[in-house]
């Protein structure tokens, strides 16, 4: 037969898969991917050592500048400061999400009247744009007629200039980010708890276990496989999140309320230090290269 | 026996703390959205009010109507609905295929391919887009579909291909073997049986790609420059005027523009557990 000779020759598990099937199907996504991903790539590693500004952007002729653009991200403490605020903010993000959306998956894992509804009422900030959530939310913080302020003053007495100051304003784009990543963890939790079978809490607890050590113990070690590749995505979306702070910090002196991404950003589109933006992109991409690879060995060694 | 609602071990005391956690969150999730709609409801002489009732006491629908008078709100859903409607196209027809070969075939590279994939989301928006818009500028190219379209095509496939892959993994594989028994090539088996099988997924993918270009505002700004061709974010944003906005009307145009997708998404929420398999990270 000769579908038999085929999956000898490739010791293939897959019966009709031929020498080059697999071209076939990826072929498409290679030649995008060549395209607009692999091409902008290098081109953006190039344009890196070169100084691209406003003057020269349209003559296609960049001067070769060598390493200066890195030499001036490293030499410039706000790159530090603004490094500093973008591990604070991914970490105090990334935490809240897997806490709040694994908690709240633990809540709806269970026979609940009702059960439906509030998962679609939970994943609604999911659901809406986020340019449209960071407006909503920017005004939410709104010093006088927001109803963060107006719910803070009735309980507590308290006015907050959330948009003024740079320091709470940085707070405001965490709390506004908490809410919208919540729903994603809670999903991906939920789909996780559900391929755990039931029969492995009922034998817990026929050993006596608590809830706590039933979380710990099955729930946590069977669901790592689900959240380990969630927490990686989640932590490098949260690293290049430029859409709430941009927005929300937008229009107030907020230099100090940046994260990197958000900084090449206003760079590269209001300053106009193309090459510069370039450089601080690549150096984004290779922190976030180390952490995930590093993060996934860890992961890996402990099974 | 009557049918239990709630779990054996579940006491009530536990049950009635649930329901209250729940509540909580419930109001802290979707208060902002009605948010949205209490602004949209006031009236233009009442924007700066105190009051936190949902729905304002004299509430007018006169804001949807100045959305689309007032501004270009319709020209910018247009465009926005070209633009995701393309994007959506190519990154869920490549997602399809590529998805299956990782799922399916053995081929030298399959896992470093996967890990790449997920690399390329390490690229802050702005790796591509400056490149591109360099290279668009060349080209002479700035200020079309083009430059966007592609942006978004290739933002959207690596996720794509993880979630496709994942949903063809829980495919059994006994499924395509019988089939080829009976005489039939990858092609026939790929289309009659397997396809058919991922509609969920694909739905799904298709919605996140849908969404995405729909939603997208930093890449968008910076390449349409033609106030004719700007999407609906853009559009949106720039209502927001520097010294005066309309928040009830855009807040209105906020609503027009949410709401479908939300509807959608809602719709298909049910996929979303199971379906959100992201598989396991092999490097």
């Not at chain 1, 500048?65 to 030499?71: A, E, P, Q």
């Not at chain 2, 729905?55 to 995701?84: G, M, R």
């Not at chain 2, 075939?105 to 591109?132: D, H, R």
Request: hydrophobic letters at 55%.
């Amino acid at each position: 037969m000769g579908s038999n000779k085929i999956k000898k020759k490739s010791g293939s598990f897959n019966m009709a898969q031929g020498r080059y099937t697999h071209l076939w199907f990826l072929m498409p996504a290679i030649i995008i991917m060549l395209l607009v991903v692999v091409y902008p790539l290098v081109y953006e590693i190039i344009v890196s050592f070169k100084n691209v500004n406003l003057l020269n952007l349209k003559s296609g002729r960049y001067p070769f500048v060598g390493l200066d653009n890195y030499k001036s991200i490293f030499t410039d403490g706000i790159f530090y400061r603004t490094l500093g605020r973008t591990v604070i903010w991914t970490f105090i993000n990334v935490t809240f999400h897997v806490v709040f959306g694994l908690f709240l998956a633990v809540l709806l894992n269970r026979k609940l009247p009702f059960k439906g509804i509030i998962r679609v009422i939970l994943i609604l900030p999911w659901a809406i744009p986020q340019y449209i959530a960071a407006i909503t939310w920017k005004g939410l913080f709104n010093f006088d007629y927001g109803t963060v302020n107006i719910v803070l003053n009735k309980l507590f007495g308290l006015q907050i200039p959330w948009l003024s100051d740079a320091s709470w304003s940085f707070a405001a784009c965490i709390i506004t980010n908490i809410w919208l990543g919540i729903p994603f963890m809670m999903m991906i939790s939920l789909g996780g708890l559900q391929s755990i079978p039931r029969e492995l809490y009922e034998a817990a607890e026929v050993d006596g276990a608590s809830h706590w050590q039933q979380f710990k113990n099955v729930t946590l070690p069977l669901l790592k496989p689900v959240l380990t590749p969630a927490i990686v995505l989640g932590t490098v979306w949260t690293f290049n999140m430029i859409n709430v702070i941009y927005i929300i910090t937008s229009g107030a002196a907020s230099e100090e309320a940046q994260i990197l991404v958000t900084m090449v950003y206003k760079k590269a589109f209001e300053y106009f230090r193309y090459g510069y933006s370039a450089a601080l992109s690549v150096v984004i991409f290779l922190i976030l290269l180390a952490f995930s690879s590093a993060f996934i060995k860890a992961q890996k060694l402990e099974n | 026996m009557k049918k239990e609602l709630f779990d054996r071990t579940d006491t009530p005391l536990r049950i009635t703390i649930i329901y209250i956690i729940l509540f909580i969150f419930c109001v802290l999730s979707i208060y902002p959205i009605l948010r949205i709609l209490t602004v949209a409801l006031r009236p233009g002489n009442n924007l700066f009010s105190t009051s936190l009732r949902i729905i304002p006491s004299d509430a007018t629908l006169e804001n949807f109507k100045l959305a689309f008078t007032k501004y270009s709100l319709l020209k910018w859903l247009l465009n926005s609905l070209i633009v995701a409607s393309i994007s959506t196209a190519f990154g869920v027809l490549i997602a399809i295929y590529a998805g299956y070969a990782f799922s399916r075939f053995e081929f030298m590279g399959k896992n470093i391919g996967m890990s790449m994939l997920l690399v390329t989301q390490m690229f802050p928006a702005t790796m591509m887009l400056l490149p591109l818009y360099l290279m668009l500028i060349k080209l002479k190219l700035a200020g079309t579909y083009l430059g966007l379209v592609t942006v978004y095509i290739s933002t959207a496939i690596p996720f794509n291909i993880w979630m496709m892959k994942g949903f063809y993994d829980t495919i059994p594989k006994s499924l395509e073997e019988s089939a080829y028994v009976d005489g039939a090539n990858i092609t026939t088996s790929f289309y009659r049986i397997i396809l058919p099988l991922a509609k969920p997924a694909v739905a799904l993918v298709a919605l996140f790609s849908f969404m995405g270009a729909w939603s997208e505002y930093i890449v968008a700004r910076v390449l349409l420059t033609d106030a004719s061709m700007i999407t609906l974010p853009v559009g949106l944003v720039n209502m927001q005027g520097m010294f005066s906005t309309d928040w009830g009307i855009y807040s209105a145009a906020a609503l027009i523009t949410a709401v479908p997708v939300m509807i959608l998404f809602v719709a298909l929420s049910k996929y979303l557990v199971g379906g959100l398999t992201l598989g396991s990270v092999k490097g």
